[in-house]
Nanobody, 116 residues
Framework: QVQLAESGGGLVQPGGSLRLSCEAS????????IGWFRQAPGKEREGVSC????????YYADSVKGRFTISRNNRKNMVYLQMNSLKPEDTAVYYC?????????WGQGIQVTVSS
């Protein structure tokens, strides 16, 4: 079954770091652009960061710029989101998304909670 699976979430104190991973199963991420999204309780899902398949161009939402870093390892078929200087407002369920023309996949989501 084709799927994406996130890992690496959890509870962290403000100012701390987490690294989320997104692993693809049964398909290659080589040609897919990958995005990280998040959804906080009572809010709409929002885009956090994305990385292109062609040249690795990256994009970051203003709210995470300078704190989060997206990267990919096509050999391992994985994408990462390094999150530093975490704030309580980063608390959300984080999802990875893979897109190639009309084909797209979502992961099941993983909880990130930033709290003291």
């Amino acid at each position: 079954q084709v799927q994406l699976a996130e890992s690496g979430g959890g509870l962290v104190q403000p100012g701390g770091s987490l690294r989320l991973s997104c692993e693809a199963s049964r398909f290659s991420l080589d040609y897919y652009s990958i995005g990280w999204f998040r959804q906080a309780p009572g809010k709409e899902r929002e885009g956090v960061s994305c990385i292109s398949s062609s040249d690795g161009t990256t994009y970051y939402a203003d709210s995470v710029k300078g704190r989060f870093t997206i990267s990919r390892n096509n050999r391992k078929n994985m994408v990462y989101l390094q999150m530093n200087s975490l704030k309580p407002e980063d608390t959300a369920v984080y999802y990875c998304n893979a897109v190639y023309y009309t084909a797209y996949y979502w992961g099941q989501g993983i909880q990130v909670t930033v709290s003291s």
